[in-house]
């Protein structure tokens, strides 16, 4: 998952400010996000530069507030309706989507789930084909009499364990997506928490160009 990515979508719940973003990746996944508040905060300085996110005023305190632009709204929307990032991990890409989907009281975090259901079953159907046409090629590369055969014979046989793999993990996606789609969402969401940094730096709001 992009950093980018998982900012916008927190941002969906409404202003927030950065500190308080970088607490909600990692609540909001469960802990399985950690990233150096460093990252956070550079993050939404390229945000800005992208008008993805404006200043939305600050806090009692002093901490400067960001807010979607219309452009931040439909990145977001478009993660949340399974838009990977560029070259993330679809195993990891879903298990946060649907994590802070879940965290989130105005997303509807099982339907996010619902629709992960049925981009893994596309990608499982893919690589069972995957798996057979490897395993014909690897017979008719036994049956050969040519001097490369074996070799023929070797590279069929690793993309058949490859798409097995990609089968299994599949597999396992369906298995704990079935689980989530069984939890009770109600008490998996929470509104945004005000935490105050304890030290540091409070940042200037992202540049406007």
């Not at 460093?38 to 507030?65: F, M």
Request: glycine content about 8%; charged content about 25%; hydrophobic content about 45%.
């Amino acid at each position: 998952m992009a950093v980018r990515d998982a900012l916008l979508a927190l941002l969906t719940a409404g202003p927030a400010y950065g500190f308080q973003l970088h607490g909600g990746l990692e609540a909001r996944t469960g802990g399985r996000r950690q990233v150096n508040v460093g990252q956070t905060y550079a993050t939404l300085e390229r945000l800005g530069k992208q008008r993805l996110i404006e200043p939305a005023g600050v806090t009692d305190d002093g901490l400067p507030l960001y807010c979607l632009t219309a452009s931040g709204t439909a990145a977001a929307t478009a993660w949340f309706d399974g838009a990977d990032a560029s070259g993330a991990d679809p195993w990891d890409e879903m298990v946060d989507r649907v994590l802070i989907a879940l965290s989130l009281p105005d997303v509807d975090g099982l339907a996010v789930a619902r629709a992960e259901i049925d981009r893994w079953r596309v990608r499982r159907d893919d690589a069972a084909a995957l798996a057979s046409a490897s395993t014909s090629e690897t017979t008719a590369a036994a049956d050969g009499a040519e001097p490369e055969a074996d070799a023929r014979d070797a590279e069929a046989e690793l993309a058949r364990l490859a798409a097995a793999a990609d089968v299994a993990v599949a597999d396992a996606a369906l298995g704990w997506l079935q689980t989530v789609a069984a939890a009770s969402a109600e008490r998996l969401a929470f509104a945004p928490r005000a935490t105050r940094p304890k030290r540091g730096r409070r940042p200037a709001p992202p540049a406007p160009g």
